[in-house]
């Protein structure tokens, strides 16, 4: 374990000490108004040794229910009663979180730039500073995430299932649904495997607004791995998760047609191959195509805006083959 010597923990050039539990402030750099950008961490250190978790959100800025999942632990986290220490990151990319925006200001995507450069794009050197400062301390990543504008995700994990320590992270996390997905080159999730540190994807809910259904099953779920872990004990008994069903790969059903489309299955539904999902209409409601599903499997994302064009990805679905 990288944390197993009770020793400080520096970030930006700060320690912090076993027994402690601090905020800090990691500067990234200056918006052309000279004010400085600063990503925000929680630090609880445990007096007694053990791994170190990172909990991490808002790699897209728009994506905030893992903000609001870290809110809900902080309170209950003491480092008298921890063993190791938990780093919680609710935004890292900032720029985009102040601007409502998925992305970096040069439109990058951020969850592309991993493990970055410091003498790179905005995008580059803001991966280069996290992981510096947060990814090479965690021996254990829960990388919160949410669909994007015009989606909605079912609540599930996604990770490396042939790899047996994250696949291992994964069902102590007690998803219904986890979902197998190698890393792709550039995701925060790639460099942790890089860096030997065991990484989960919680996926669930949309962008800009709080899921409350979704933040409960995240919350439910990290106390999990904390248990799970021996880092330490929720503040109440949790319930026992379900049986988590685990699924090899995914598929996009997509639009035949232009239209209105209204979807009549729900996510986390399971579906048989060829069953009706729904139709599109015109927009005086007259049925132009009917929507079936490509695959048996369980639905685990959706669009949300009813206006779709011929060829756009509408229902995705999991499948177990």
């Not at 994250?166 to 550039?186: D, Q, R, Y």
């Amino acid at each position: 374990m990288k944390n197993r010597k009770p020793l400080p923990l520096a970030f930006a050039g700060l320690q912090i000490h076993p027994g402690e539990k601090k905020r800090i402030e990691i500067p990234v750099s200056r918006l052309p108004t000279q004010t400085w950008v600063s990503i925000p961490v929680q630090v609880i250190y445990g007096e007694k040794p053990g791994p170190c978790i990172a909990l991490i959100s808002g790699i897209h800025g728009d994506e905030i229910n893992g903000m609001e999942v870290m809110r809900e632990l902080v309170p209950h986290l003491d480092p008298k009663t921890i063993r190791g220490s938990i780093i919680m990151v609710p935004v890292v990319n900032v720029f985009g979180f102040l601007n409502n925006e998925r992305y970096l200001p040069d439109r990058r995507d951020l969850n592309r730039c991993f493990p970055g450069n410091p003498k790179g794009s905005m995008g580059a050197r803001l991966a280069h500073l996290f992981t510096q400062e947060i990814l090479h301390k965690a021996d254990y990543l829960i990388d919160f995430h949410t669909a994007t504008v015009g989606r909605m995700n079912y609540p599930h994990v996604r990770t490396n299932l042939r790899l047996q320590k994250n696949a291992a992270l994964a069902k102590m996390f007690g998803a219904e649904v986890i979902m197998h997905t190698s890393p792709t080159e550039g995701t925060l999730r790639d460099a942790a495997r890089k860096y030997k540190c065991q990484a989960i994807v919680f996926e669930g809910g949309g962008p800009n607004v709080f899921n409350n259904e979704v933040i409960q099953k995240a919350v439910s779920g990290t106390w999990s791995v904390l248990q799970k872990l021996k880092i330490c004990m929720p503040p109440k008994k949790i319930k026992p998760n379900p049986k988590s069903k685990l699924y090899k790969s995914s598929t996009w059903v997509r639009a035949h047609r232009s239209g209105i489309f209204r979807l009549t299955e729900n996510l986390g539904d399971e579906v048989e191959q060829k069953q009706p999902l729904g139709i599109i209409s015109n927009i005086f409601g007259d049925t132009i195509a009917k929507v079936k599903a490509s695959q048996s499997g369980t639905i685990i994302g959706m669009a949300t805006d009813p206006k779709v064009h011929k060829g756009e990805a509408i229902v995705h679905i999991a499948k177990t083959s």
